[in-house]
């Protein structure tokens, strides 16, 4: 029996008595499931669901069910749909998918399934299907789909069930012959199991019955059901009304399902065709009376409960017929529906969803409830989502809730439409300004001129206007005569640096971090101690950049010890960035790695939106610094792509990447990233993203043998940090700032000061010992010990277990530390010696012969 039925109730094992096992239909899946993708594809009403459920229900496999619906379409939605039913084989698993977000594309993509690769046992089989895959149209759910069904995991196999053929590209797929399929002719009654079904289900049908309804069916799984219950309710067995059985099946759902039951279930089937999901405890919810749920599970034949989803399932066809009588509902009843609905999803944090349910309903008050409840800064995909539903709101929630401005000017500048919202939000305030003071008018000025604020804050990287602070005063002002307060905001929208100044002008970080000192007490009373001690880490910053260690440092734990008193995850997450990168250049190795502790300490923290992200891209720039790519996290070693990441923090990813890529010497794809406009805008904005971006411009240049070029960015670099003296840009670039202050040394025509270049050389050649000291320091050497008789090398038996974790060729060539061509030989060493013909074959061989644990 699946792992996944231990918790199957009760009346769940009593209706699937009633279902009719099909041996044949058991062996062809058994036979499929040995493929990575088995396509199950009929109409309406051949039991697709039902046969795949019958057979995974046996099947020893852990199983995923994800059952698709109309709002799947919306990539947000199918996610939080998805993730509900993939994390049952780990209890971590649904958090660390729900903040890795919706993967949009190949890079993302590939953070996702790194996931997988830690829970996943080659050793043991996994299910995952996807029902009503016919519904889903969008292309961005369609393409990960499709990578989704082809990845290379040797132990998982997917099963879409459908009543269309999925617009998926599956030609290179079958080509290899690896797509199973499951058709209608497959799943059509025989005449030996339409004659079982009625024996199971008491039906008589008399002489020469079996014949005619074979013949009028012509094995229509829902057809026979409803035959069945025709002659079982009174009709003879050669008159159940073929007629309609061809022209219209309604009226036989009418007459043999709906009307034999009670009034009160009928109207409460109906109810239920207007949500999507039906988890018992929302329909205990809905239902108000355990006896009517009692009763529903009567109706076993259309409506069934799904252990993996732990949700009931309604038939499609029951279902449509079912929404054909919504008319009969009152407007009233409908909205206290979707209301509970929305409810019941907000409680279990599928704010999504609730969000949805709370439109249709017309309850905003809640439905901006819900929207204030996600991240600060959310995904643009989801701004513009919650932008087009505020438009579509009618003008009356305004003027009742006018809280909903402060939404929507929140989606407008998280958009990057300032002057839009900045002009929405001045006309909100001058009119409720105008008026007498209420408690009401102070929480939604003090939301406004917060907004102001932000916008203001933003925005002085292009403006050079640091005027934010009276914004965020007035907000105070306002925030202190409204009972309403803010609480639980933890984790603060740091950008890519934390001195927001574009200008290379001298003190020009200085006004700003003034700026911030005066708006930080403003901002964090309001926000329940958000953004505390960003100010001191804007100094830690500085002092950094200047290469003041001890005053870095000491700001930084500052910094550090404010965001734990206020518990501000991003603040303590950034300052520990600040105290690595500062014991790094002091070669303090033992205090990085209490860092790297408290690092990866706030993976355990729920609260922390994007944890694993930050997580990945803090430690990421440390081993690409000291040379450990092999520790660097599989998402950030792929080619630029658009990032998912808000503008704000996406130029930390985009260093990350670039650094990556010249320590790989690929040099143009990152001179072309370093090129490229997002990045100039997200990185190249801030000064010190200019310098950073500069140098490393200068270094791939050099490498590509273009020295006048190389020079002149060089020169570029120099020229923006002098004024404020921003040498560590250049400094903790190490060998490379080396080589190129050595070739600038030699050129007579170079304008930067000779002994400012014999300066940065010095410091920068002792950082590059520092590096190479920490990398000793930091490097994890695990000899691999070669199983007894397998005949395998050490090295054979590394990469076949590398091979074994679902890791690619490049993961496993850096991980071990030799090449990629060399990986290649020694595959092919490992399928000789074990007779295997692919990946799957020699794990398989590798496990029987006792060379690799199931755990491994």
């Given at each position: 029996?699946?792992?996944?039925?231990?918790?199957?109730?009760?009346?769940?094992?009593?209706?699937?008595?009633?279902?009719?096992?099909?041996?044949?239909?058991?062996?062809?899946?058994?036979?499929?499931?040995?493929?990575?993708?088995?396509?199950?594809?009929?109409?309406?009403?051949?039991?697709?669901?039902?046969?795949?459920?019958?057979?995974?229900?046996?099947?020893?496999?852990?199983?995923?069910?994800?059952?698709?619906?109309?709002?799947?379409?919306?990539?947000?939605h199918f996610w939080e749909n998805f993730i509900q039913a993939a994390a049952f084989s780990d209890e971590n698993i649904l958090y660390k998918l729900a903040h890795t977000g919706f993967p949009e594309t190949k890079r993302q993509f590939d953070r996702y399934v790194a996931i997988p690769r830690q829970v996943v046992n080659p050793g043991r089989k996994y299910i995952f299907v996807y029902d009503d895959f016919h519904l889903i149209q969008d292309k961005r759910?369609?393409?990960?789909?499709?990578?989704?069904?082809?990845?290379?995991?040797?132990?998982?196999?997917?099963?879409?069930?459908?009543?269309?053929?999925?617009?998926?590209?599956?030609?290179?797929?079958?080509?290899?012959?690896?797509?199973?399929?499951?058709?209608?002719?497959?799943?059509?009654?025989?005449?030996?199991?339409?004659?079982?079904?009625?024996?199971?289900?008491?039906?008589?049908?008399?002489?020469?019955?079996?014949?005619?309804?074979?013949?009028?069916?012509?094995?229509?799984?829902?057809?026979?059901?409803?035959?069945?219950?025709?002659?079982?309710?009174?009709a003879a067995a050669t008159d159940y009304g073929r007629s309609s059985l061809r022209n219209n099946i309604f009226p036989l759902i009418e007459r043999e399902v709906f009307s034999v039951n009670s009034r009160k279930l009928r109207k409460f089937l109906i109810k239920l065709s207007l949500i999507e999901h039906y988890p018992p405890e929302l329909l205990t919810e809905l239902a108000g009376d355990k006896n009517l749920i009692e009763e529903l599970e009567q109706?076993?034949?259309?409506?069934?409960?799904?252990?993996?989803?732990?949700?009931?399932?309604?038939?499609?066809?029951?279902?449509?017929?079912?929404?054909?009588?919504?008319?009969?509902?009152?407007?009233?009843?409908?909205?206290?529906?979707?209301?509970?609905?929305?409810?019941?999803?907000?409680?279990?944090?599928?704010?999504?969803?609730?969000?949805?349910?709370?439109?249709?309903?017309?309850?905003?008050?809640?439905?901006?409830?819900?929207?204030?409840?996600?991240?600060?800064?959310?995904?643009?995909?989801?701004?513009?989502?919650?932008?087009?539903?505020?438009?579509?709101?009618?003008?009356?929630?305004?003027?009742?809730?006018?809280?909903?401005?402060?939404?929507?000017?929140?989606?407008?500048?998280?958009?990057?439409?300032?002057?839009?919202?900045?002009?929405?939000?001045?006309?909100?305030?001058?009119?409720?300004?105008?008026?007498?003071?209420?408690?009401?008018?102070?929480?939604?000025?003090?939301?406004?001129?917060?907004?102001?604020?932000?916008?203001?804050?933003?925005?002085?990287?292009?403006?050079?206007?640091?005027?934010?602070?009276?914004?965020?005063?007035?907000?105070?002002?306002?925030?202190?005569?409204?009972?309403?307060?803010?609480?639980?905001?933890?984790?603060?929208?740091?950008?890519?640096?934390?001195?927001?100044?574009?200008?290379?002008?001298?003190?020009?970080?200085?006004?700003?971090?003034?700026?911030?000192?005066?708006?930080?007490?403003?901002?964090?009373?309001?926000?329940?101690?958000?953004?505390?001690?960003?100010?001191?880490?804007?100094?830690?910053?500085?002092?950094?950049?200047?290469?003041?260690?001890?005053?870095?440092?000491?700001?930084?734990?500052?910094?550090?010890?404010?965001?734990?008193?206020?518990?501000?995850?991003?603040?303590?997450?950034?300052?520990?960035?600040?105290?690595?990168?500062?014991?790094?250049?002091?070669?303090?190795?033992?205090?990085?790695?209490?860092?790297?502790?408290?690092?990866?300490?706030?993976?355990?923290?729920?609260?922390?939106?994007?944890?694993?992200?930050?997580?990945?891209?803090?430690?990421?720039?440390?081993?690409?610094?000291?040379?450990?790519?092999?520790?660097?996290?599989?998402?950030?070693?792929?080619?630029?792509?658009?990032?998912?990441?808000?503008?704000?923090?996406?130029?930390?990813?985009?260093?990350?990447?670039?650094?990556?890529?010249?320590?790989?010497?690929?040099?143009?794809?990152?001179?072309?990233?370093?090129?490229?406009?997002?990045?100039?805008?997200?990185?190249?904005?801030?000064?010190?993203?200019?310098?950073?971006?500069?140098?490393?411009?200068?270094?791939?240049?050099?490498?590509?043998?273009?020295?006048?070029?190389?020079?002149?960015?060089?020169?570029?670099?120099?020229?923006?940090?002098?004024?404020?003296?921003?040498?560590?840009?250049?400094?903790?670039?190490?060998?490379?700032?080396?080589?190129?202050?050595?070739?600038?040394?030699?050129?007579?025509?170079?304008?930067?000061?000779?002994?400012?270049?014999?300066?940065?050389?010095?410091?920068?050649?002792?950082?590059?010992?520092?590096?190479?000291?920490?990398?000793?320091?930091?490097?994890?050497?695990?000899?691999?010990?070669?199983?007894?008789?397998?005949?395998?090398?050490?090295?054979?038996?590394?990469?076949?277990?590398?091979?074994?974790?679902?890791?690619?060729?490049?993961?496993?060539?850096?991980?071990?530390?030799?090449?990629?061509?060399?990986?290649?030989?020694?595959?092919?060493?490992?399928?000789?010696?074990?007779?295997?013909?692919?990946?799957?074959?020699?794990?398989?061989?590798?496990?029987?012969?006792?060379?690799?644990?199931?755990?491994?």
């Open positions: 029996m699946s792992d996944q039925f231990f918790h199957s109730n009760v009346s769940m094992e009593r209706r699937y008595q009633s279902y009719l096992e099909r041996p044949r239909l058991d062996t062809l899946l058994e036979q499929a499931v040995k493929n990575p993708l088995v396509l199950v594809i009929a109409g309406a009403g051949y039991g697709k669901t039902q046969t795949v459920y019958s057979f995974v229900r046996k099947y020893n496999a852990m199983t995923a069910w994800t059952q698709l619906s109309h709002q799947d379409n919306y990539p947000w759910v369609l393409r990960f789909m499709k990578q989704s069904v082809t990845m290379p995991f040797p132990s998982i196999t997917s099963i879409i069930i459908s009543r269309t053929e999925p617009a998926l590209d599956l030609e290179a797929l079958e080509k290899r012959g690896r797509v199973a399929r499951i058709t209608e002719a497959d799943l059509r009654f025989s005449p030996e199991e339409i004659l079982a079904y009625c024996d199971l289900s008491h039906i008589s049908l008399g002489p020469g019955g079996l014949p005619d309804l074979y013949r009028d069916t012509e094995g229509w799984a829902f057809a026979i059901q409803l035959v069945g219950l025709s002659i079982k309710n009174g109706v076993n034949s259309f409506i069934r409960f799904d252990t993996y989803l732990h949700e009931y399932h309604i038939h499609h066809m029951f279902l449509e017929f079912l929404s054909g009588k919504q008319g009969e509902l009152t407007p009233e009843e409908k909205k206290e529906v979707y209301i509970k609905t929305a409810r019941w999803f907000a409680l279990h944090n599928m704010r999504i969803a609730a969000i949805g349910y709370f439109e249709k309903a017309a309850v905003y008050d809640e439905l901006l409830d819900a929207v204030y409840a996600l991240p600060m800064i959310v995904q643009d995909r989801i701004a513009q989502f919650l932008l087009e539903l505020m438009d579509r709101a009618p003008r009356e929630m305004y003027r009742q809730q006018p809280t909903a401005w402060i939404v929507h000017a929140r989606m407008l500048f998280t958009l990057g439409r300032f002057e839009a919202a900045w002009t929405e939000l001045q006309e909100v305030i001058q009119e409720y300004e105008a008026l007498p003071p209420s408690a009401f008018s102070n929480r939604l000025l003090s939301g406004c001129y917060q907004s102001l604020g932000f916008i203001s804050f933003i925005t002085c990287l292009h403006t050079r206007r640091y005027d934010f602070v009276p914004y965020f005063e007035k907000a105070y002002f306002y925030y202190t005569r409204s009972p309403y307060k803010i609480a639980g905001l933890r984790v603060a929208g740091l950008s890519s640096y934390i001195c927001r100044v574009g200008s290379p002008e001298k003190g020009e970080m200085e006004k700003f971090i003034d700026a911030s000192t005066r708006a930080i007490p403003f901002l964090a009373a309001t926000m329940d101690g958000c953004y505390y001690g960003m100010d001191d880490l804007a100094r830690a910053e500085l002092a950094y950049f200047r290469g003041e260690l001890e005053e870095a440092e000491k700001f930084a734990l500052t910094t550090l010890d404010k965001s734990r008193e206020r518990t501000q995850y991003e603040v303590e997450n950034r300052s520990l960035q600040y105290l690595i990168r500062i014991n790094l250049a002091r070669g303090e190795y033992g205090r990085i790695r209490e860092f790297l502790k408290a690092l990866e300490a706030q993976l355990q923290v729920t609260e922390y939106e994007n944890r694993q992200v930050f997580y990945d891209i803090v430690t990421g720039w440390f081993y690409v610094q000291i040379g450990l790519t092999a520790k660097l996290a599989p998402w950030l070693k792929n080619d630029f792509e658009e990032s998912e990441l808000s503008s704000l923090i996406h130029g930390m990813e985009t260093l990350v990447r670039t650094k990556w890529q010249v320590f790989e010497k690929r040099y143009p794809v990152a001179l072309a990233a370093l090129g490229n406009r997002e990045n100039q805008y997200s990185l190249g904005a801030f000064l010190l993203g200019k310098i950073t971006m500069k140098v490393l411009e200068a270094v791939c240049l050099k490498e590509m043998g273009d020295k006048a070029a190389s020079l002149a960015a060089l020169t570029e670099a120099y020229t923006l940090a002098e004024p404020n003296a921003l040498d560590m840009c250049f400094i903790e670039i190490g060998k490379d700032t080396r080589t190129l202050m050595e070739i600038a040394l030699r050129e007579e025509d170079c304008v930067i000061p000779r002994p400012w270049l014999l300066k940065i050389r010095r410091a920068a050649s002792a950082h590059a010992k520092k590096l190479f000291e920490a990398a000793e320091y930091f490097r994890e050497r695990r000899p691999v010990p070669a199983a007894r008789g397998s005949g395998l090398s050490h090295r054979e038996l590394a990469v076949l277990t590398g091979l074994s974790q679902g890791l690619t060729r490049e993961e496993i060539a850096g991980d071990s530390e030799i090449s990629i061509n060399t990986v290649k030989s020694v595959i092919k060493s490992i399928y000789n010696k074990l007779g295997a013909v692919n990946r799957a074959d020699a794990i398989r061989i590798a496990v029987s012969k006792g060379i690799l644990k199931h755990n491994e």
